[in-house]
């Protein structure tokens, strides 16, 4: 019967359009009283210890590296030089919008801010080449939600908290799955624009090409030192997101000089406002997973699933058909925060390793910002290539579907998730 309290109290507030860290604190509340529970102390405690941890300090400081990265021009040298090399390739445009989006995944960690960055310099030039627009929107999301996956993540720094899994191991084993997605999607994109005829750019001479990664250069430096310093225990993942932010200013600010004194205010407001949204809706979490765990509800959910306990890949398979479907109606962090602390309990009685279960986690859930009807990076692409939501479903259909079949793989073989954490961390 708890079970229904929980699920009718968050569905029933969140019909009602309450936002979903309020949906979640009534949701807490409703379980309370079903269970007398009384003392209004809880919520308040459980919401300051849901927020006050250390590793959450990462993600202020890596939302501003995306505000600094974005103004300083990093972003856009990283797309002219992924022109320069294979622009005048057929269909070049869209492999640099994949080739793109996995640099600046390694450089962000945001998924909206990842796609609104590569669709406002690459959809006006793809729409004058001649490529279809739906097309090139569903294909430029699909790059944008490879950005949770490859680190520095965001999405990786919540569930880490929130499961009491190690960011540093979900980081390094989410290299491999976030490459997959874009290689995916690559060649979906080849086969896709065989019907077409776009314009293709000038070949590049290969002096220029070199000036153009030379300028790109300060840009892709960023991830190497970030992967490097967390594989050689140099520094936390918090420790990271400060270097990130630090490093973005200096070059926005000395090297490229395109972020002026007067708009620091700016960019620290936007991503300290970003930033409020996800803290409350982590501290709002704390109060709903407190007493999932008092009511029981995870015990109750294995013994649901207690005949796929001896069989790994179908219950692993189960719970990612499970989470596709929620990611369809739940944004990512919310679905991060509600589902993380109903399945850990059950992915480790079952002997399924956290790490691996939080890397196809996260990837279920990045495929969700681009499943209807919410969608978050489809209106994101849409809103900036202004162009209705209809049009976009159909064309970020292939590239879905090919992201999805990366998941089938990975469940099927998930020694490509933690062969390379291995070999990584010896």
Known sequence: ???????????????????????????????????????????????????????????????????????????????????????????????????????????????????????????PLMRNAGYNIDRSCGLIACGGIIAPVIPPSIGMIVFGVAGGVSITKL????IVPGILMGVSILLAWRWSIKRDNPKVEPKRSFPERLHETRKALWALVLPVVIIGGLKFGAFTPTEAAVIAAAYSLFVGMVIYREIKFGQLFELFYRAAETTAVIMFLVAAAGVSAWLITTANIPQQLADMVEPLMGNQTLLMAVLMLLILIVGTALDFTPTVLIMTPVLMPVVKQA????????????????????????????????????????????????????????????????????????????
């Not at 300083?72 to 269909?91: D, K, L």
């Not at 980081?171 to 989410?174: E, K, P, S, V, Y």
């Not at 499943?371 to 259909?397: E, K």
């Open 1 to 123: 019967m708890i079970v229904f309290v929980f699920i009718l109290s968050l569905l029933g507030l969140m019909a009602l359009g309450m936002p979903i860290a309020f949906a979640l604190i009534g949701c807490g509340l409703a379980m309370m009283w079903y269970m007398g529970i009384t003392d209004p102390q809880i919520v308040i405690q459980n919401m300051w210890d849901g927020a006050n941890s250390f590793p959450l300090l990462a993600v202020p400081f890596f939302m501003l590296a995306g505000e600094f990265m974005n103004a300083g021009g990093m972003t856009r040298r990283i797309i002219v030089m992924a022109m320069s090399w294979i622009g005048h390739i057929r269909g070049g445009l869209g492999y640099v919008a994949v080739g793109a989006a996995v640099i600046m995944a390694s450089l962000s960690g945001s998924a909206v801010a990842d796609t609104a960055a590569l669709a406002s310099v690459l959809i």
């Open 171 to 174: 980081f390094i084993a989410g």
């Open 351 to 426: 002997g399924i390793d956290p790490v691996y279960f939080g890397v196809l986690f996260i990837m279920n859930n990045a495929i969700g910002l681009v499943t209807p009807p919410v969608g978050t990076v489809l209106n994101v692409v849409c809103g900036v290539a202004r162009v209705p939501m209809r049009g976009v479903i159909r064309g970020v259909t292939p590239f879905m579907i090919a992201q999805v079949c990366v998941l089938v793989l990975l469940i099927v073989f998930p020694q490509i998730v933690m062969w390379p954490l291995a070999l990584m961390t010896r």
